[in-house]
C-alpha cells in the first residue's frame, strides 16, 4: 500500500503508532517500526537522561525510522518560563514521593528539562518529531536544517490552517474519538475538512482500530492512519496489566471527556477520579498547564499501580472495537492486509 507517508519515510505500511505518553516507550515504537509501520515514542514524558537512553533502547531494536512526540512551549524564552512559573512553583512545594509518582509530566513542570529534550531529539534527528498544541518556528527552522519531517496534531479546521502556514509536512486530522486531548468533531467529518483546508498531507486519528478504519481514513482523503488506543492493548505497549484489560474489555460509554488532567479538553477513562472531578464543578480548576500539577501523580496511579477508580488514564472510543491482546506488529500487519482486501473488494464490487 503506498500513499506519500509510505514514500516520504520508505515505509511499508501508512499507520502510526501514537506518541502516547509513558504508554508509547522504546519496545512499543520499535515494534511498530519493525513490522513496518511507523512507530512514536510518547517523548513528552521523559527527562533528559532517561530520555537520551530510551531513544538508545529504540536504537537499539530497531534499524528502521522512527519518531518522537513533543509538546513544546511557543518559545523558551523569559516570557514563556512565567507562563510555566505558578506550574513550578507547585513542583517545589512537591514531596519527593509525590515527585517520584510524577513520571508524566515531571519533564513538563521541571525547569530546563524541555530545552534539554530539544537539544537531545535534535541531536538523535528521529525521521519525524510529532508536536501538540504549538508549533514554534525556532524549532521548525532546526528540524528543517536536520531534515526532520514535522508532523503536528489537530482537532479542528483553524489548527490545521496554522499548523499548514507553519510549514509542517503532515497533518494530523484528529476526530473527538481519540483517546488523549481531543476536540469537538467526529473523524468522520473533520478529516475530509482539513483534507479540504490545507495543501498539506494529511494523517487520519480517532476511532481508527482495524483494517476498516484505515480504509475509511484512506476514502476521507488521508495518507495513513495514527492510532492510538489499538496500541494499549499490546504486551509491547507500558502499563499495568489491568489497565490494558480494561480496555480489552470496555465498552463505548466507558470513556468521558475531562478537564482534570491538564485543564484542556481530554478522552479518558470515566471512573471515580473523573466523576468526583467533575461533579466538583471544578473543571480544569487551575488551567493548562497548572493543572498538570494538580493531577501528574494520578497518571502512575493508574498505569503503575494499576488503580483504575482513581488513575487517569487516556483511552479513546475504539476501547469498545478492541477485543484482544495483540503483539503490536501483528496489529500493523492484519491493518493493513485488511485494509488492501477491503478497498480490493470495493473495486470489484463497484465495478
Ligand atoms: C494513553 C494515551 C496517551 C496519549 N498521550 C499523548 C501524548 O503524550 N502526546 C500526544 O500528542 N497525544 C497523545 N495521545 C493522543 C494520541 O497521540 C492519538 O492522537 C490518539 O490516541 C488517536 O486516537 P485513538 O486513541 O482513537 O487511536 C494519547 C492517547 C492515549 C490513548
Redesign the pocket.
Known amino acids: 500500500m503506498k500513499t506519500i507517508l509510505t514514500e516520504r519515510f520508505g515505509i511499508e505500511h501508512p499507520i502510526f503508532s501514537?506518541?502516547?505518553?509513558?504508554?508509547?516507550q522504546a519496545e512499543l515504537t520499535a515494534a511498530v517500526s519493525n513490522a513496518g509501520g511507523m512507530g512514536?515514542l510518547?517523548g513528552?514524558?521523559y527527562m533528559p537522561e532517561a530520555l537520551t537512553a530510551e531513544i538508545e533502547k529504540i536504537e537499539s531494536l530497531t534499524d528502521k525510522p522512527y519518531a518522537i512526540?513533543l509538546?513544546l512551549p511557543a518559545s523558551l524564552t523569559t516570557e514563556d518560563e512565567e507562563a510555566w512559573r505558578p506550574v513550578r512553583e507547585l513542583w517545589g512545594r512537591l514531596s519527593e514521593e509525590e515527585r517520584g509518582k510524577m513520571a508524566g509530566v515531571e519533564a513538563l513542570l521541571t525547569k530546563g528539562a524541555v530545552a534539554d529534550q530539544v537539544e537531545i531529539v535534535l541531536d538523535a534527528a528521529p525521521a519525524a518529531v510529532?508536536?501538540?498544541f504549538a508549533v514554534p518556528d525556532w524549532f521548525m527552522e532546526e528540524c528543517r536544517k536536520r531534515d526532520i519531517a514535522t508532523i503536528a496534531?489537530a482537532g479542528s479546521v483553524g489548527k490545521a490552517r496554522e499548523y499548514a502556514e507553519a510549514g509542517v509536512d503532515f497533518i494530523?486530522a484528529?476526530g473527538t474519538?481519540?483517546?488523549?486531548?481531543?476536540g469537538y468533531v467526529t473523524s468522520m467529518t473533520l478529516i475530509p475538512a482539513v483534507v479540504d483546508a490545507v495543501d498539506v498531507p494529511v494523517i487520519a486519528?480517532?476511532?481508527?482500530?482495524d483494517g476498516r478504519g484505515l480504509a475509511s481514513a484512506l476514502s476521507l482523503g488521508a495518507c495513513g492512519a495514527?492510532?492510538?488506543?489499538?496500541f494499549?492493548a499490546t504486551p509491547e505497549a507500558y502499563g499495568h496489566d489491568a489497565f490494558k484489560q480494561r480496555v480489552i474489555d470496555g465498552r463505548f460509554q466507558d470513556t468521558t471527556i475531562t478537564f482534570s488532567y491538564s485543564g484542556k479538553r481530554m478522552?479518558a477513562f470515566s471512573n471515580d477520579w473523573t466523576q468526583q472531578w467533575e461533579s466538583s464543578g471544578e473543571d480544569g480548576a487551575s488551567g493548562f498547564p497548572a493543572q498538570y500539577g494538580v493531577a501528574g501523580t494520578r497518571v502512575e496511579t493508574g498505569y503503575q499501580d494499576g488503580d483504575l477508580t482513581e488513575g487517569m488514564?487516556?483511552?479513546?472510543?475504539?476501547l469498545g472495537l478492541v477485543h484482544e491482546m495483540k503483539p503490536a506488529g501483528e496489529v500493523v500487519r492484519n491493518m493493513s492486509a485488511e485494509a488492501d482486501q477491503i478497498i480490493s473488494a470495493l473495486h470489484e464490487r463497484l465495478r
Open positions: 501514537a506518541g502516547m505518553a509513558r504508554v508509547a512514536c510518547g513528552v514524558s512526540n509538546l510529532t508536536l501538540t496534531l494530523v484528529q474519538e481519540a483517546g488523549g486531548h481531543t486519528a480517532g476511532g481508527i482500530a495514527w492510532v492510538g488506543t489499538r494499549i478522552r488514564m487516556p483511552v479513546g472510543q475504539t
